[in-house]
Nanobody, 122 residues
Framework: QVQLVESGGGLVQVGGSLRLSCAAS????????MGWYRQAPGKERELVAS???????NYADSVKGRFTISRDNAKNTVYLQMNSLKPEDTAVYYC????????????????WGQGTQVTVSS
């Protein structure tokens, strides 16, 4: 019912920048919380950053001061600006969103994107 399509991943050198985008489409009344997670090889998926519909943000300690999450509610799109990238930022990055399908439903459904690879080379 809802698709999350990510873009913007790629290969970058240490200290470089990338901007990830994730657009939600489908049966959407309102998108509430949106976020970015990442999973490195052999590690569990972890929260990178999240943002509420009102703009309240939350960051993992490892990315504070380097990454910025933002959103465009009119486009149902969330962004992740990643600066000063480090080799340990290398991972598959996943978009996540809580979506209300109808004004008559109070419980949101949770969706994941397909993931986009970010590789930071030294």
């Amino acid at each position: 019912q809802v698709q999350l399509v990510e873009s913007g991943g790629g290969l970058v050198q240490v200290g470089g920048s990338l901007r990830l985008s994730c657009a939600a489409s489908g049966t959407i009344f309102r998108v509430s919380a949106m976020g970015w997670y990442r999973q490195a090889p052999g590690k569990e998926r972890e929260l990178v950053a999240s943002i509420s519909s009102g703009g309240t943000t939350n960051y993992a300690d490892s990315v504070k001061g380097r990454f910025t999450i933002s959103r465009d509610n009119a486009k149902n799109t969330v962004y992740l600006q990643m600066n000063s990238l480090k080799p340990e930022d290398t991972a598959v990055y996943y978009c996540n969103a809580d979506v209300l399908h109808s004004p008559f439903v109070s419980k949101a459904s949770n969706y994941w994107g397909q993931g986009t690879q970010v590789t930071v080379s030294s």
